[in-house]
């Protein structure tokens, strides 16, 4: 197969796909509409697992290049109450199941194994059309336009090549993340960093909770659980820093303060992450030359397997084209009969495991649940 691989969006997911099929011999290009790969801070700490992200690392051929981004000892967990009494304290037991790594490393691994000029920065998608005989025509936001026979659409949440597939829309969960960094943990932020211990820590009650990761770097990464209408967490003017940091930190008044320190001690501006979804068997009828992966596809709640899903799905349509050259209909067929059932699979999972973390039972509920 000679003709390239349109991708939309230089994701993890996106990227894995690109690598994939150079791996096979098989041209891409990938369309991104952020400047260059340091734009922008690429996200917190991910865990890769050995069933899907690591797979997909294989078939990229990246093992030895991802295991040495890893963040040794990151694999810790444990949870806290609200007042900071230890309920659950697990080492990193150091199987390597799980391990650590922070996306933006995962992501410069990715853009390195691929030839100059496969990603193209700076092209915006402003519009997707039919042309006929299966292909598309692609217009960008600096006027240019280019058409594909494959089109790729890894471009995230708010995908504008799902829209040819499908009519869903990611609806809020009801659910709202904001995020916050300490920097030099362990001797400006002491108390804290001791509570978050040597990995991911959660710290949760009823309806709130504060859950940090210890990054690379002597880092501690927050996350900040509320459930909350969309318009309170809207009404929040989070251009005023401090006003916003206040605001949030007035949930949990009465916590610990080696917890709530995560929130007031922050020192990068609090940003809201509101959780949407699509719905759980979300599915379309196959369209002659497009198909989508990652959250364009799935998109599901926090639960540790977005990134993951988002590489193997990449793996698996590299290899499905490279399986079935001369048939793209027959390769997106393969690739979607296996993702769509395991995709229901995980968004089913992702739903339940942050309602575990934030019911009437919480911090048991989730306790319960890592105990087996």
């Not at 949760?204 to 309170?232: D, F, M």
């Amino acid at each position: 197969m000679t003709t390239p691989v349109t991708i939309i969006g230089a994701g993890l997911g996106g990227l894995t796909l690109a690598r994939v099929l150079h791996v096979h011999g098989i041209p891409a290009t990938v369309y991104e509409a952020e400047p260059s790969a340091e734009a922008r801070t690429q996200g917190g700490q991910l865990d890769i697992h050995d069933h899907n992200g690591q797979l997909a690392l294989e078939a990229a051929g990246l093992t030895a290049e991802f295991r040495a981004i890893i963040h040794e000892g990151g694999e810790a967990t444990r949870a806290l109450d609200q007042h900071g009494k230890v309920l659950l304290d697990e080492p990193d037991d150091g199987n390597g199941g799980r391990p650590e790594v922070l996306r933006g490393d995962l992501r410069r691994i990715l853009v390195d194994s691929l030839p100059a000029g496969t990603v193209q920065w700076g092209k915006k998608l402003t519009g997707v059309a039919a042309i006929g005989d299966g292909q598309h025509e692609l217009t960008f936001m600096d006027g240019s336009t280019v058409s594909t026979e494959l089109l790729v659409g890894a471009d995230g949440a708010w995908s504008k090549v799902r829209p040819l597939l499908s009519d869903a829309k990611p609806e809020y969960v009801g659910t709202t993340f904001v995020e916050t960094y300490l920097h030099d943990a362990d001797e400006r932020h002491s108390a804290a960093a001791e509570a978050v211990g040597d990995g991911a820590m959660f710290a949760l009650a009823p309806g709130k909770g504060i859950s940090a990761h210890r990054e690379a770097g002597n880092i501690l990464h927050t996350y900040v659980q509320l459930n909350c209408p969309a318009e309170w967490i809207a009404g929040i003017d989070f251009t005023d820093a401090a006003a916003a940091t206040a605001r949030v930190a007035a949930e949990f008044d009465g916590w610990a303060p080696e917890l709530t320190a995560l929130i007031t001690d922050g020192e990068t501006a609090p940003v809201p992450r509101p959780i949407h979804t699509l719905p759980n068997r979300h599915r379309w009828d196959r369209l002659p030359g497009v198909t989508l992966l990652g959250d364009a596809a799935h998109l599901m709640p926090p639960s540790g397997e977005g990134a993951n899903l988002a590489m193997l799905d990449g793996a698996e349509l590299g290899q499905a084209v490279a399986a079935y050259p001369d048939d793209l209909e027959a390769a997106l067929s393969a690739y979607e009969e296996a993702m769509f059932p395991r995709s229901e699979s995980e968004a089913a999972d992702a739903h339940q495991l942050m309602a575990l973390c934030l019911d009437d039972r919480a911090p048991h509920s989730l306790i319960d649940f890592l105990t087996g």
